[in-house]
């Protein structure tokens, strides 16, 4: 099983637009595939006309009083499932701090999934938490956003960093620019330095267009409604550039205890 985390340390960089897009082309290429909307604003959950609810909530999941499959519902799309958002997400952290190695409980919960599921995609709410540590933790590959600014830049470097500092496996990491706007000079410019001679940066960016905005108006995956207009196509290229690098790859089971 395939475990993907889009995530930021900022919010409204266009996470959750490439969960959604990613999870529904992993889906229609025949992957068995699970998106859990982690971010307890639920926009992934509302996009694919989903009720943000889970019985129990948060704290069932977490202390295992409910198994995730029994929270997991269908979407409209052949193969694409979603474990939904639910507002009481908001208090994951309060309850993984109360746990034995909080950082670490992802991956156990997660394990059993890979009898159901090729791919997982795990949209997780911006910041840097116990949720987000345990996250870490749990993903094979973390999709990160960046919108070619020198602040976001910089919150790049930051999460990096705190990769390199981070104990136990650590996941690999891809950025790509997103929500750029190729009229403005900074944004060209970053994008080809970022682009430059790293392996670590897409060479897909997802561009800043009013389509992408309109995901919310649509409730649906552009790669779904316009998969052919500019941006559908670039959600594509990113896909298949998160398909080549972790195509054979799985994330390796949880430890006991751990």
């Not at 156990?108 to 949720?131: M, N, R």
């Amino acid at each position: 099983m395939r475990t993907l985390a889009t995530y930021s340390i900022k919010g409204g960089v266009g996470k959750t637009s490439a969960a959604v897009n990613l999870g529904y082309l992993a889906a229609r290429d025949g992957h068995r595939t699970l998106l859990w909307d982690l971010d307890p604003q639920g926009a992934a959950t509302y996009l694919f006309r989903v009720r943000p609810k889970v019985k129990g909530g948060g704290k069932a999941l977490v202390r295992g009083d409910r198994p995730l499959t029994e929270a997991i519902k269908a979407t409209d799309f052949d193969s694409l499932d979603l474990l939904p958002a639910d507002f009481t997400y908001r208090n994951l952290d309060l309850l993984l701090d109360r746990a034995k190695a909080p950082t670490r409980l992802l991956r156990p919960l997660l394990a059993p999934l890979a009898a159901e599921y090729d791919v997982v995609v795990l949209d997780c709410p911006p910041g840097i938490t116990l949720l987000s540590e345990s996250v870490l933790h749990a993903a094979g590959l973390l999709v990160v956003p960046v919108i070619p600014t020198p602040l976001a830049v910089r919150t790049l470097d930051q999460l990096i960093g705190f990769l390199a500092d981070l104990d136990g496996r650590r996941p690999d990491l891809l950025a790509f620019l997103s929500m750029v706007d190729r009229r403005k000079a900074l944004h060209r410019e970053i994008v080809g330095r970022l682009s430059a001679g790293r392996s670590d940066v897409a060479a897909t960016a997802i561009p800043a267009l009013a389509a992408v905005e309109g995901m919310g108006a649509r409730r649906a995956p552009l790669s779904a409604t316009a998969p052919r207009g500019p941006a559908g196509r670039r959600y594509e290229a990113l896909w298949r550039e998160i398909d080549e690098r972790t195509r054979g790859t799985t994330t390796p089971p949880a430890r006991p205890g751990r």
